[in-house]
């Protein structure tokens, strides 16, 4: 893409994070919030530059020989200010949690998103039994059990059922993140449409290895510049 300029610190960034996705292993713990992760960071930021410039490239090349590509669900949404707001804050906050908060293997992370997990099957189930009183009474549970374990359990190093197996945790959590966009196209088939998921799932490459190394901060403000361009491209294209 232009504008991604490379350098030989870029490049043993890339290098570290190709090693990583080859032979993912868990840390012990992030290294936490601190400026000298920003460059790595901005570093590979300009990978998923690169990335996404590529597969942009090649879907424009396809649509160019006159392959018709799905319907997509922004295709049909207005970019009004609570929608911006939502996909560069909301969405970030939400999917990391949801498929990233637990990635670091601590127990506490673990058992409060299992938690979490359950209350949310809770209210639905409530819902369709028509008991939503029920559904909000597991939701409020779920949340107080998932506060008191990330509590409880602060400080515990990893499971390491979960650092043994911690590869499986890492590209499942990236392909489930990838698999849940495939609800942006409103045509055809799953199977069919998984592929067009890709930037997705080295998206989630990227913030996985975020997330365990510097922390869900870093996933999260990294999924929110993410976003942000990709907003900013569909503001341009609309004006």
């Known amino acids: 893409m232009a504008g991604v300029v490379t350098s030989p610190q870029s490049t043993g960034t890339w290098k570290r994070f190709g090693a990583f996705v080859r032979r993912p292993e868990l840390p012990q713990r992030p290294t936490g ?15 998923d530059l690169l990335l996404m410039g590529v597969l942009i490239g090649i879907a424009a090349g396809a649509t160019a020989l006159g392959l018709e590509m799905p319907e997509h669900l922004l295709d049909q949404l207005e970019l ?11 969405a970030p906050l939400g999917e990391e949690l949801i498929f990233r908060g637990w990635l670091s293997g601590r127990p506490g992370h673990v058992g409060a998103f299992v938690a979490l997990l359950a209350a949310a099957v809770g209210v639905t189930a409530g819902r369709m039994l ?15 059990v998932a506060i008191y374990l990330l509590w409880r359990k602060r400080g515990r190093p990893p499971m390491p059922f979960f650092a043994r197996h911690f590869r499986w945790f890492y590209f499942g959590s990236a392909l489930a993140f990838a698999s849940i966009h495939l609800t942006n196209f409103t045509e055809g088939n799953a199977l069919i449409l998984l592929p067009l998921t890709l930037p997705q799932f080295l998206l989630g490459l990227i913030l996985g290895y975020a997330r365990v190394h510097f922390g869900l901060w870093a996933s999260v403000l990294f999924h929110a510049a993410h976003n942000s361009l990709f907003v900013g491209l569909l503001l341009a294209g609309a004006g």
């Open 33 to 47: 919030v601190h400026l000298a992760a920003l460059p790595v960071l901005g570093k590979l930021f300009a990978l």
């Open 80 to 90: 009004t200010t609570p929608l911006i707001l939502f996909i560069l804050v909301a």
């Open 130 to 144: 028509g008991l939503p009183l029920v559904g909000l009474a597991l939701l409020v549970a779920g949340v107080l």
